[in-house]
Nanobody, 121 residues
Framework: QVQLVESGGGSVQSGGSLRLSCAAS????????MGWFRQAPDKERERVAS???????NYADSVNGRFAISRDNAKNTLSLQMNSLKPEDTAVYYC???????????????WGQGTQVTVSS
C-alpha cells in the first residue's frame, strides 16, 4: 500500500522560505514520477513542480526560479524548497506520484493528505 505523507507547511511572511517534505512508503521515489501540486481556495489544482525518474525537473512558470524540487533516495523522500514566497503561493500543497512512466498530470495516482502553506503580506 502506497502512502505519501507531507510535512513542513506553515505560515510565513512574504519573502520567507519553507521546505516541504514527503515521506513515501510502499513506493520508491526514484522509480517513476513525483510532483508537488497545490490548490488555493476557489482555484483549480495546479502542478507546481515535478521530478521524473531520469532526474528531469519541471516547474510552473509562477514558481520557476523560486522553488526547487529534489529527492533523497536513501531516505525515500521528496522535498520542495520554497524561497521568496508570495501571498499568491498560499494553498494546500500535495505530494503525488505516478504508478508508471507516464508523467502527465492525469497519471498521478497516489496522493498525500496535503499540507497548508500560508504566506502573509
Amino acid at each position: 500500500q502506497v502512502q505519501l505523507v507531507e510535512s513542513g507547511g506553515g505560515s510565513v511572511q512574504s519573502g520567507g522560505s519553507l521546505r516541504l517534505s514527503c515521506a513515501a512508503s510502499g513506493y520508491i521515489v526514484s522509480r517513476y514520477c513525483m510532483g508537488w501540486f497545490r490548490q488555493a481556495p476557489d482555484k483549480e489544482r495546479e502542478r507546481v513542480a515535478s521530478l521524473n525518474f531520469n532526474g528531469a525537473t519541471n516547474y510552473a512558470d509562477s514558481v520557476n526560479g523560486r522553488f526547487a524540487i529534489s529527492r533523497d533516495n536513501a531516505k525515500n523522500t521528496l522535498s520542495l524548497q520554497m524561497n521568496s514566497l508570495k501571498p499568491e503561493d498560499t494553498a494546500v500543497y500535495y505530494c503525488a506520484a505516478t504508478a508508471d512512466l507516464r508523467c502527465a498530470d492525469a497519471y498521478y495516482r497516489y496522493w498525500g493528505q496535503g499540507t497548508q502553506v500560508t504566506v502573509s503580506s
